[in-house]
Each structure stands twice: as C-alpha cells, then as structure tokens.
C-alpha cells in the first residue's frame, strides 16, 4: 500500500505540472510521514545524497563543456572534418555526426552537445538544402550520444549509485558502444540525404586539410588529455574534470582568445545555476530512493517482476521498453535515480554485469533524449532551427531505429562494452 502511494503520488505531482524535484520531495516526505519515521531523515539524507566526492565531477564537466562551447572549438571541429569528408550529397549530415561524437568526448552532455553543433552546422546545412526538420533531428540525436562516449555525467552518476561499477570502467565500457551508436547514424542519415539530393550540387571550397588541423588541433587533444590522465593514473575522474576546464579555459582566453574575463564570470553563473538544478534533483531523488529501500518497496517490486519473467530476454526487453518511455520524458540522472534501486537488484538476480548493465541503461537514455514527444535534445535543436518539433518527426524515426540497432549489437555482444575495460584491468 505505501508502495503504491509513493508511486502514485510521485506521478500525481508530475501530472500537476510540478518540478521534478519538487514531485521526488512531496512523494517521499508524505510516505515517510505515513510510515512514522521522524522528518530529519529528509535533510539528512539530502545531504548524504550529494555529499559524494565523485558528484564534484558534474558542475566540472558542465562548466568544461560550456566553456568550449563558446571558445570556438565547436566550429572549429566543423571545419576540419568537413576537410576531411569533403562536399557531395549528404556530407555535412557525416560532419554533423562526426563532430557530435568528438565533442561527446569533451562534454559529457548530450542536451550540451547538441546546442553546440546546431548554432554552429544549421546555418551551413539549410543554406545547402537540408530541411531544418532533418538537420534539427540528427543533431540532436547525434549529440544524445555525448551521455555514452566518455567522460559522461551519467556515468558518473551511476558510479554513485551503483560503487561497484567504477566511473574508469564505465568511462572504458562507454568508448565503443558510444561510438557504434553514433556510427549507426550514419546509415540513415547518408540514404536519406542521397534520395533527396540534400546538399547535391552546392559548390563550396574545400577547407584546407593542414590549415584546419592546425586549428583544430587543440579541441582534438582536449580528449586525450582527459581520458590519457585517467588511464595512467595521473588523475582521477573528478580530478580530470577541473583539468578539462583548466584546459578549457587556457584554449579560449589564451590559444583562441575567443573568451575574455567577463565572459568567463557569465559562463561561471550559468554552469553554477546549471549544477545547482542537477544536485537539487540528485540530493532530493536521494530521500525517494532512501524512503523506497527503507521501506522495503523496491526489493518486493523486483522480485514480482523477476517473477513474471522467467526469460532472460524478455526481462531484457521490458526494461529497454521501460528505459526508452522514461528517457522520452526525463533527462538521464534523474531516471538513474529514480529506477536503479528498482533495476540494480533485478540486475544482479539475472546475472549481469552491472558495468555493461550501466551502458545499456545509458544508451537507453541516449536514445530517449531525441525521440519525441519531450525529447530534451531535440527540443533544443529545434528551438536553435527555429521549428516546432513536430517538422523533425518523419525523419527522426529512422534516427531512433538506428541507434536501436546499435543498442542490439551491443546487448548480443556484451564484450563490446566489456572488452575493453577488462583489457585495462577495470574489472
């Protein structure tokens, strides 16, 4: 009974229109009430919800990728790709995904990535024929991919919730599903670009291959710095995160001088108000997961579903099904902490790696981000274009069964998330 109004009431708030954290806080502060327990258990475990040190780590990130955003490094990337793929009927829709995978690898944001690569490539794009709808939804689901392809906030997220999955494992187990996913991408976007002459017939120079090295060279180290410093222990994640924007910052006020002092206090206010909204959901989502596991409500909701499926795959399949709603509805770190206490004991009844369990959920998530009707990402994406997102719907279908397939390769071969890591001697 105090299970079903914990949900339900949560449900309520968010009918109602209310914040989600507020909606986390009325739930669990009613049920609590309900079952005796004494309200000091609220600030107490607010407290101990973000009072971790490995949570440091995500108003690091999202500064770092704020600050590259407005160093310039976006466009920068955009030139030297398309050096690379050159000018032919569907090339800026491989540079949009290009770019998005090597920003993903700065960021940590997909929402944060896509906003990045659509003020920089849309402009090219329409001025080539490309529908805003089309250019709208592969940005934003190229960019989803951020959240997978390390250093991701989500990963680091479910490290906290889940310690026996580490954040280098994550990060090391993300590399390659995330990179398959946004290489999925590819297949529609090329084959749909290709039968309606997108691009085709615009003449443009060519940027020079060197020249755009050159300038680009200092957003491509920007990853090899963070993820080089993690594998050689010379840092740790949060560590790596105040490098990032330690970097991020030398970049744009030294190298590019793209940003100047009283830039830098405006991006500090808006990855602090960023971060607080975050946290306040992290600190608040703490007390519903306490109240849930003290309550015993997660561990009997588990084992009924456990219960109802006897196959593996089934089970497997209910819960992409449960992951792909929520992510259309929620951004990643809250679904962490609304359902791992529900999916972690259902995880480890069946048997599976919880670090592979981690990028399946997040690449879940990923997906989730840009599949309507409150896709985040391409609700950004869509506002930058200047559209409602409902022109992005026709073509945003293929985007999502194609990283659907990507999810599949990566659920039929577990190694391809867990090779890795474990040649690194995370697991």
Known sequence: M????????????????????????????????????????????????IAKYPLLAIPMFILAGMIFERSG??????????????EWTGSLAVVAVLVSMLLGGISGSGPADAAAVAAVMLPSMIAR???????????AAAGSTAIVIPPSVAFIVYSVMVPAATVPAL?????????VAALCLLVPAIIISRRHGFGKGYKAERPPLGKSFVDAIWGLLAPVIILGGLRTGLFTP????VVAVAYGVFVGMVIYRSIRFRDLFRLLVEAGELSAVVLMIIG??????????????????????????SSEWLML??????????????????????????LVPIALAMGWDLVWFGVMMTINLAIGQFTPPMAISLMIT???AGIGMEETFRWVIWLVLAMAGGLTAMIIFPQLALWLPGRLGYL
């Not at 914990?6 to 986390?24: D, E, I, R």
């Not at 989502?285 to 456990?306: E, H, M, P, Q």
């Not at 819960?319 to 791992?340: E, K």
Request: glycine share 12%.
């Open 129 to 139: 024929g490309y529908p805003k709808g089309f250019s709208a939804g592969l940005i």
């Open 317 to 342: 399949l209910s819960i992409n099904l449960l992951l792909l709603v929520a992510g259309m509805f929620l951004d990643a770190v809250s679904i962490f902490l609304i359902l791992l206490p529900l």
């Open 382 to 384: 869509s506002r930058i």
């Open 2 to 49: 105090i299970g079903a109004t914990l949900v339900a009431l949560f449900l309520l708030c968010l009918v109602a229109g209310m914040p989600l954290a507020v909606g986390l806080g009325v739930a669990s502060i009613a049920v609590l009430a309900m079952a005796g327990f004494d309200q000091l258990a609220v600030p107490t475990n607010i407290y101990a919800g």
């Open 73 to 86: 490094v976006a466009q920068r990337l955009v030139r030297f790709v398309t050096a690379i793929v050159g």
């Open 238 to 241: 949060t560590e790596a995160a």
């Open 171 to 179: 990060f090391a187990a993300g590399l390659f599903p995330g990179m």
């Open 284 to 309: 608040i989502a703490s007390v519903f997961a306490w109240a849930g596991n003290t309550l015993g409500i997660f561990d009997v909701a588990a084992k009924a579903l456990v219960g109802m499926h």
